[in-house]
C-alpha cells in the first residue's frame, strides 16, 4: 500500500499539545522544513523537540521556537539560535543538553525497543545529577533512558511508495536515528520512485518505520555558518 500523501497536513492531522517530536537533521543539513513548517501554521504547542540542534532564528526549529510552540528541548548542540538562548535564560525554555554520542545512542535504543543503557558519557559531571550509576569491570556507568517520539520527522534524498529511504551524505546523521524512534514517521524527500527501484542493498531506512512519505520541493538547504578560505 502506498504510503504517498499528497498534503503535509495529512500526516501531522493528529499531533496535538504537549507531544514529543523526534526531530533529524545536522544543524540545518537534512532537516525536515516543510514538516517544521506544517506545525508552525497549524500552532501546536507545548510541544518536546528532540534535536541535535534547533535550528536558526529564522528557520528550521527556530521557527517554532519564535513562536513559543516549544516547551522543552532536548538537544546536544545549541550555539546557534538567539532565540533559544533568550527563552533559556527567561525561563521559557525547559532544556536538556544531552552528549552527542548518548543523544544518538537514546533514539537508536527507542527505535530498537530498547528502554535505557549505560554509558561512561557524563558520569561525574552534572549529567549524572539524579541519574543511577552502576559498576562494571571495576568502572563506573550512567544509565540513561531511550527515548521514543509521539511523531519522527525526517529528511530524505530518495524514497520508494513503501517508505523505504536513501538519504545523502550528511543528512544521514540523526535522520536514520529519529525515523525509527517515532510512533508516527513522516518523510519529507526529493524524489519517489516506484516500489522495486532502489536497491536493496542501499536502503538506510527500511519501510516499516515509516507511515507517510511526502514529497518536497523548493528546499532551502540553507547553509547555517558561511566560512570563506582564509578565514578564522
Same mark, same amino acid.
Given at each position: 500500500m502506498s504510503k504517498v500523501i499528497n498534503d503535509i497536513n495529512e500526516g501531522i492531522k493528529d499531533l496535538k499539545d504537549?507531544? #514529543?517530536? $523526534?526531530?533529524?537533521?545536522?544543524?540545518?543539513?537534512? +532537516? !525536515? @522544513?516543510?514538516?517544521?513548517k506544517a506545525i508552525k501554521d497549524k500552532g501546536t504547542k507545548d510541544l518536546t523537540v528532540v534535536s541535535n540542534n534547533c535550528g536558526v532564528d529564522d528557520f528550521g526549529l527556530g521557527l517554532l521556537l519564535h513562536? %513559543?510552540? $516549544?516547551?522543552?528541548? +532536548?538537544?546536544? =548542540? $545549541?550555539? &546557534? *539560535?538567539k532565540t533559544f538562548e533568550s527563552q533559556y535564560l527567561s525561563g521559557e525554555l525547559e532544556v536538556e543538553l544531552t552528549p552527542q554520542g548518548t543523544l544518538a545512542e537514546k533514539l537508536r535504543a527507542g527505535g530498537a525497543g530498547i528502554p535505557g543503557f549505560y554509558t561512561k558519557t557524563g558520569v561525574?559531571? !552534572?549529567?549524572? @545529577?539524579? %541519574? &543511577? #550509576? %552502576?559498576?562494571? *569491570?571495576?568502572? @563506573? =556507568?550512567?544509565? &540513561?533512558e531511550s527515548i521514543v517520539g509521539d511523531y519522527a520527522l525526517? %529528511?530524505?534524498w530518495k524514497a520508494d511508495k513503501l517508505g523505504n529511504l536513501i538519504y545523502r551524505k550528511t543528512a544521514r546523521n540523526f535522520n536514520p536515528l529519529c525515523a525509527t524512534a517515532g510512533k508516527i514517521t513522516i518523510a519529507e524527500v526529493e524524489e519517489i520512485v516506484e516500489v522495486g527501484e532502489l536497491d536493496p542493498d542501499q536502503i538506510h531506512t527500511p519501510g516499516i518505520y515509516v507511515q507517510h512519505v511526502y514529497l518536497g520541493d523548493n528546499f532551502e538547504k540553507r547553509i547555517e555558518r558561511t566560512v570563506l578560505k582564509g578565514e578564522k
Open positions: 504537549g507531544m #514529543t517530536l $523526534v526531530v533529524g537533521g545536522f544543524g540545518l543539513c537534512g +532537516i !525536515p @522544513e516543510h514538516s517544521i513562536d %513559543k510552540q $516549544v516547551k522543552k528541548m +532536548i538537544s546536544s =548542540y $545549541v550555539g &546557534e *539560535n561525574g559531571t !552534572p549529567i549524572a @545529577e539524579g %541519574k &543511577e #550509576t %552502576k559498576v562494571f *569491570n571495576d568502572e @563506573e =556507568y550512567l544509565l &540513561e525526517v %529528511k530524505a
